[in-house]
């Protein structure tokens, strides 16, 4: 099993930045993949962001590309979400994510093995 424990979100002015933190716990072992997805009330989940377990591989959806970045600290063991330029319309429950048997590709697919509970980012106009 695995714990993802994500913090960082809130409520932030339209053009705002925040950082989102997620930290992994249980059977880590090895490399792994971690990603970042969000849903918004009403729609589906959706990919924004993944990262390799060195960090040189990273993945973008094209909403977010130029506004968000994705980083780890293995040392720390946590990945962050760096989010800039926040916009209305990236309100929305973020999720963290993690696949261990395959690189950020395969996290952007959606083929995800553990989630975070969740947690909330508001932009407000």
């Known amino acids: 099993q695995v714990q993802l424990v994500e913090s960082g979100g809130g409520l932030v002015q339209a053009g705002g930045s925040l950082r989102l933190s997620c930290a992994p716990s249980?059977?880590?072992?090895?490399?792994?993949?971690m990603g970042w997805f969000r849903q918004a009330p009403g729609r589906n989940r959706e990919f924004v962001a993944a990262?390799?377990?060195?960090?040189?591989?990273?993945y973008y959806a094209d909403s977010v590309k130029g506004r968000f970045t994705i980083s780890r600290d293995n040392a720390k063991n946590t990945v962050y979400l760096q989010m800039n330029s926040l916009k209305l319309e990236d309100t929305a429950v973020y999720y963290c994510?993690?696949?261990?048997?395959?690189?950020?590709?395969?996290?952007?697919?959606?083929?995800?093995?553990?989630w975070g509970q969740g947690t909330q980012v508001t932009v407000s106009s």
């Open positions: 990262i390799s377990y060195s960090g040189g591989s990273t």
């Open positions: 249980g059977r880590t072992y090895g490399t792994y993949a």
């Open positions: 994510a993690i696949n261990r048997g395959g690189g950020p590709s395969t996290i952007a697919t959606g083929l995800v093995e553990y």
